[in-house]
């Protein structure tokens, strides 16, 4: 039986190369692409494919991403062979791992390695998650985070510092995103959902306080109590934007200010 395959590769380039190499492999059965990590895990729950070729960068929602996204939901692992253009830090953090991956430009002969040991592999289950977590933490902790966002104002688009990130909201599929002070601004985010915006964050500096805020934790300038034991955000914002606190972090929020 050939093995079912899934590509994900924000590069179309990226993605036409691989399925040629594969098709010239043989006993690959290419059941879908997609270009990001919200469409790999869609397509991974869909066709429930014997190996995905994952690219680990991409923007948004990235390969480890879609492997923590799959865990969250319980959808069970497939093979994942990592495609990757990282440095010989995280190559040295694969092979620890005993995770396959490829290095781009890619490779006829270790394309055909990969999928030789996929198919020695055909019978035992995917990747524990803790290998995944492990290898995730490894990465990540290498990876320095970006520290200037692009947002779309006036037909114009701007490169802002994350520190200066008061709060983002969502509403009808649109972000905006707000910065802090008297010379603050909003602008639109390319992100299409809140996790996907948050991946690309400081995850020490951002909170998601509600379904449809996150908030810059720097920027909050006052704790409003509210109804029924709940709370408001007041933000450094030129408005003095005032963010709900939905129930279920109320408790984070007691234990960042210690409530």
Same mark, same amino acid.
Not at 75 to 85: E, G, S
């Given at each position: 039986?050939?093995? %079912? ?6 590069e ?9 190499? /594969?098709? &010239? ?10 270009? &990001? ?10 066709h429930? #494919?014997?190996?995905?070729? /994952?690219?680990v ?6 390969? *480890? ?5 799959l865990? $969250?939901?319980?959808?069970? !692992? ?7 253009? *990282?440095? +010989?830090?995280?190559?040295?953090? *694969? ?6 991956? /490829? ?18 592999? +055909?019978?035992?289950?995917g ?16 990876? #320095?985070?970006?520290?200037?966002? !692009? !947002? ?8 802002? $510092? ?7 909201s ?19 985010? &390319? ?5 996907? /915006?948050?991946?690309?964050? $400081? ?12 908030? &810059? ?11 029924? %034991? ?10 003095? %934007?005032?963010?709900?606190? %939905? ?13």
């Amino acid at each position: 039986m050939p093995l %079912s395959a899934v590509i994900v590769d924000d590069e179309e380039l990226a993605r036409d190369e691989l399925t040629y190499l /594969l098709k &010239n492999a043989g006993d690959v059965n290419i059941v879908a692409q997609g270009k &990001n990590g919200l469409e790999a895990v869609n397509l991974i729950k869909e066709h429930n #494919p014997d190996l995905v070729f /994952l690219d680990v960068q991409m923007p948004g929602l990235d390969g *480890f991403g879609v492997i923590k996204k799959l865990l $969250d939901k319980k959808i069970p !692992l497939p093979k994942i062979v990592f495609a990757t253009a *990282f440095d +010989q830090y995280a190559v040295k953090a *694969f092979e620890v791992n005993a995770v396959d991956y /490829l290095l781009k430009p890619f490779d006829k002969k270790r394309v055909a390695q990969s999928l030789q040991k996929a198919r020695a592999k +055909q019978d035992s289950d995917g990747l524990p998650a803790e290998r995944i977590a492990t290898l995730v933490r490894m990465l990540e902790s290498q990876k #320095p985070q970006p520290s200037k966002l !692009l !947002l779309k104002a006036l037909g114009r688009m701007f490169l802002v $510092d994350q520190k200066d990130i008061c709060y983002a909201s969502i509403e009808d599929g649109v972000i905006t995103v707000v910065t802090g002070g008297v010379s603050g601004m909003e602008g639109q985010s &390319n992100c299409r959902t809140l996790e996907e /915006l948050l991946d690309s964050l $400081d995850t020490k500096l951002f909170w998601r306080a509600h379904r449809s805020y996150v908030v &810059n934790v720097n920027r909050i300038r006052e704790v409003v109590p509210w109804f029924k %034991s709940s709370y408001q955000l007041r933000m450094d914002d030129k408005k003095q %934007s005032e963010i709900p606190v %939905s129930r279920a972090q109320t408790k984070r929020l007691r234990e960042l200010f210690g409530l």
